[in-house]
């Protein structure tokens, strides 16, 4: 089954210690991306890679770090999480760079809070 | 920069029902797509319409791009509970897509 697949659903931590979230998709797509979604501001976009070895930052890269070494993962790394970094995060992908008439999909989610 | 309004924020309604959401911005998009998000999961892809003025059914659902390419709606027909979620609008231009504010829909049997 084509998907889009994160890692943990759901993560408690305190401020200061280290995570990865995981993301893999299985469609063998070239563009991958990192968004997180606030209540009332919709959903931002944080870093975005085009290509293995290839990534930018979004709207709001601040406090995140991503790697692409592989086509089908693109983890997200928090490497000192603040309280202000909880919220619901989804990883995308897409068949190729950002097109008008490409879909993305989009993994389950995962639920961060940072106390 | 680049925003995406949605109006209404929230709506709940009978099941039956017929409703309107509205997505609007000062820019001009080469595209807008719409998705429904359900809790506890990713968005998903409904529609994407691409020229000004078009307009696409799926079913109950009919969406409008804008002549000017500024704005979208989606209209349900006789809503159902299966439409409840989280709809969101999203336009692209120039290798960004923007997301709306989103509008979340409850429909109560």
């Known amino acids: 089954e084509a998907q889009v697949t994160q890692n943990p659903r759901y993560l408690i931590t305190v401020t200061g210690k280290k995570l990865t979230v995981t993301c893999s998709q299985n469609?063998?797509?070239?563009?991958m991306s990192w968004y997180r979604q606030d209540p009332g501001l919709g959903l931002r976009q944080i870093y975005y890679?085009?290509?293995?070895?290839?990534?930018d930052k979004g709207d709001v890269p601040e406090g995140y770090k991503v790697s692409r070494k592989e086509k089908r993962n693109f983890p997200l790394i928090l490497e000192s999480p603040s309280p202000n970094q909880t919220s619901l995060y989804f990883c995308?992908?897409?068949?190729?760079?950002?097109?008008?008439?490409?879909?993305?999909?989009f993994g389950p989610g995962t639920r961060l809070t940072v106390t | 920069t680049q925003l995406l309004e949605q109006s209404p924020q929230f709506l709940s309604i009978q099941e039956g029902e017929n409703l309107t959401v509205y997505c609007n911005s000062s820019?001009?998009?080469?595209?807008l797509q719409w998705y429904r998000q359900e809790p506890g999961e990713g968005p998903v892809l409904l529609v994407t319409?691409?020229?000004?003025?078009e307009v696409k059914k799926l079913k109950r659902l009919t969406f409008q791009f804008g002549d000017a390419r500024k704005d979208s709606s989606l209209h349900i027909t006789a809503a159902q509970p299966g439409d409840t979620g989280l709809y969101l609008c999203?336009?692209?231009?120039?290798?960004?897509?923007?997301f709306g504010t989103g509008t979340r829909l409850q429909v109560f049997p």
């Open positions: 995308a992908s897409s068949p190729d760079r950002l097109h008008p008439s490409y879909e993305q999909y």
């Open positions: 820019s001009v998009f080469s595209s």
């Open positions: 469609m063998n797509h070239e563009y």
């Open positions: 999203a336009g692209y231009n120039t290798d960004k897509l923007i």
């Open positions: 319409v691409v020229t000004g003025g």
């Open positions: 890679s085009m290509n293995v070895e290839v990534t």
